[in-house]
């Protein structure tokens, strides 16, 4: 491949990496089962959720439909809320509609992600990620800062298929 080629075809990833999520929806495209496995919350019920959390909270931020990536991690995503549903909320904000929140909180792409503890964040985890990657993240938190954990829950028992 010549040195043009390349160069714009590193052009073009990199703006498709870069660009926003789009949240429009084609006529062939339909909400299903699985864009709905994270509760979507608006600011002010996030704002509630923190204040009374007993447990971490993990914030997705992404668009329901029309990003390549959001669509990506959302099978990773259910299996981790269905692994961690006893010690941590998961849930979802539309990027597009909370960008301020998002880029105050160091999430500059979708989807990110942010662990709150204590109603505290502890990290924001930008694109490219796995659901290993985070759940590993949460892991380390949780042991680190001592937040509760429940009896016989490991991410070290071999069970993530990730």
């Known amino acids: 491949m010549s040195y043009d080629a390349h160069l714009m075809s590193l052009i073009t990833s990199g703006l498709i ?16 089962a699985d864009l ?4 979507v919350v608006s600011e002010s019920e996030l704002t509630d959720l923190l204040q009374n959390a ?7 931020f992404s668009v329901m439909t029309g990003c390549f990536r959001c669509d ?3 099978p990773e995503m259910k299996q981790l809320r269905e692994m961690l549903h006893d010690r941590v909320n998961l849930v979802r904000m539309d ?3 909370n960008q ?7 999430a ?3 989807p990110s992600y942010v662990l709150f503890s204590n109603g505290q964040p502890l990290w924001t985890e930008n694109y490219p990620v796995s659901g290993r990657v985070i759940a590993s993240r949460i892991q ?5 800062h001592s937040l509760q954990e429940s009896p016989g829950s490991s991410f070290e028992d071999g069970s993530s298929s990730f």
């Open 72 to 74: 990506e991690m959302r």
């Open 100 to 106: 301020a929140l998002a880029a105050s909180l160091g």
């Open 95 to 97: 990027f597009n509609a």
């Open 108 to 110: 500059t792409v979708c």
């Open 140 to 144: 380390q938190n949780l042991t680190s």
């Open 17 to 32: 990496f870069f660009t926003g999520c789009s949240d429009s929806m084609t006529p062939s495209q339909t909400p299903s």
């Open 36 to 39: 709905i496995s994270l509760p």
């Open 54 to 60: 007993d447990k971490p909270v993990l914030i997705e």
